[in-house]
T-cell receptor, first 117, second 108 residues
Framework: GAVVSQHPSRVICKSGTSVKIECRSL??????MFWYRQFPKQSLMLMAT?????????EQGVEKDKFLINHASLTLSTLTVTSAHPEDSSFYIC?????????????FGDGTRLSIL | GEDVEQSLFLSVREGDSSVINCTYT??????LYWYKQEPGAGLQLLTY???NMDMKQDQRLTVLLNKKDKHLSLRIADTQTGDSAIYFC????????WGAGTKLIIKP
């Protein structure tokens, strides 16, 4: 089945640090990847939609200069949380949608738990 | 905007069947998904159904879709302790609209 690898799984760092999270589709090409944020005991909140080779589309209220997304290849998208602060602490999850004909379900990475001290 | 609603909790006895329900408002959704999230983990795609289907069965899992009522359900037969998790309903075509998740609690 389709596998999405997300790294790192957990990050603890000081306030003001920038943190990069990688999302890779291991056995399929993903023209579209999605980045979600999940607060404790809540559902997923879509942050942005990332299309290979073009700029990401951010959801309302998500700062694009704060959360930099790069989707340079069909198998890799990165999310960089710039100058992270404690309020950025959260569980970040990526998903990848296979390309090709027909609609395919999104497959999720295992998530990254970000803790800013 | 479009909405997806689920009960927050469901408690069942081990060995019984669990039925998790979901209602949605977007009648144009082509794909309807069930995802499972175990504590501290990411999301696992359990199953999905196309909007032109009424039912899909996969081993212990049965998905029922009532398009008229915009109601989706996930039935887990012979519920085991390993089924304890939060189950998310998500619907859409391209971007997904998510329910808040139903926490399945298994009683011995």
């Amino acid at each position: 089945g389709a596998v999405v690898s997300q790294h790192p799984s957990r990050v603890i760092c000081k306030s003001g640090t920038s943190v990069k999270i990688e999302c890779r589709s291991l056995d399929f090409q993903a023209t579209t990847m999605f980045w979600y944020r999940q607060f404790p005991k809540q559902s997923l909140m879509l942050m942005a939609t990332s299309n290979e080779g073009s700029k990401a589309t951010y959801e309302q209220g998500v700062e694009k200069d704060k959360f930099l997304i790069n989707h340079a290849s069909l198998t890799l998208s990165t999310l960089t949380v710039t100058s992270a602060h404690p309020e950025d602490s959260s569980f970040y999850i990526c998903s990848a949608k296979p390309g090709g004909s027909g609609n395919q379900p999104q497959h999720f990475g295992d998530g990254t738990r970000l803790s800013i001290l | 905007g479009e909405d997806v609603e689920q009960s927050l909790f469901l408690s069942v006895r081990e060995g019984d069947s669990s039925v998790i329900n979901c209602t949605y408002t977007d009648s144009s959704s082509t794909y309807l998904y069930w995802y499972k999230q175990e504590p501290g983990a990411g999301l696992q795609l359990l199953t999905y159904i196309f909007s032109n289907m009424d039912m899909k069965q996969d081993q212990r899992l049965t998905v029922l879709l009532n398009k008229k009522d915009k109601h989706l359900s996930l039935r887990i037969a012979d519920t085991q302790t390993g089924d304890s998790a939060i189950y998310f309903c998500a619907v859409g075509n391209y971007q997904l609209i998510w329910g808040a998740g139903t926490k399945l609690i298994i009683k011995p």
